[in-house]
Every structure is written in C-alpha cells, then in structure tokens.
C-alpha cells in the first residue's frame, strides 16, 4: 500500500515553467511504475507521462519536449517539470503509482493516486 499526496501546482503565465512534486510514503516508491495524468474541466483524465523503476520514459505527444518526469527513490517523491506552459496545460494534476509490467498510459493499470493538484496557466 502507497500513499501519495500531489503537491506544487499554481498558477503561471504561458510561457512559464512549474515543477509539481508527488510525495509516497508506505512501501518502497522505487518498486512502482509512477506517472502523472491530468483532467480539464469537463474532459476524461488523460495520460501525460510515466516513468519506469528502470528509469524508462514515455510521454503524451501534447507534453514532449516541454515536460519532464523524474524520481527520487531515496525520497521516495516523483516529479513534473513543466517548462514553456500552455493554457491547455491548465488541469488537475495527479500522481499515479502501480505495479504493472512495461510502461502504460492505462489509467486502469495504476492502482494508487495522489488527491490532485491544479495548474492553471493564464495567457
């Protein structure tokens, strides 16, 4: 059992950059696949990146190039760096963690999520 709280989000001009932090605590973080999805009002909760325990990535099309996921397992806390923010970027944030084989964008295959953080960027 994972615990997981989102935390950073705020708001920020377009163009701007924001790093948003997930923080475990329970088992060991360095066992899970993690990853970060988010949800605009109004719209289904869509996948943004995840990061394997081997340190693989992947990311949405929509985020490539401008974000980057990152972990510490020592602090047991993932991470979100957003850089050369959008307005639809703006959205709540939430930090997901499961043990599944392989990276997956599948909502469904991740078993613990954080309560949200929201990211709203202004034009």
């Known amino acids: 059992q994972v615990q997981l709280v989102d935390s950073g989000g705020g708001l920020v001009q377009a163009g701007g950059s924001l790093r948003i932090s997930c923080a475990a605590s329970?088992?060991?973080?360095?066992?899970?696949?993690m990853a970060w999805f988010r949800q605009a009002p109004g719209k289904e909760r869509a996948f943004v990146a995840a990061m394997s325990s081997g340190g693989s990535t992947i990311y949405a099309d929509s985020v490539q190039g401008r974000f980057t996921i990152s972990r510490d397992n020592a602090k047991n806390t993932g991470y979100l760096q957003m850089n050369s923010l959008k307005s639809e970027d703006t959205a709540v944030y939430y930090c997901?963690?499961?043990?599944?084989?392989?990276?997956?964008?599948?909502?469904?295959?991740?078993?613990?999520w954080g309560q949200g953080t929201q990211v709203t960027v202004s034009s």
């Open positions: 997901a963690a499961g043990r599944v084989v392989g990276l997956t964008t599948n909502p469904s295959d991740y078993g613990y």
């Open positions: 329970g088992r060991s973080f360095g066992i899970y696949l």
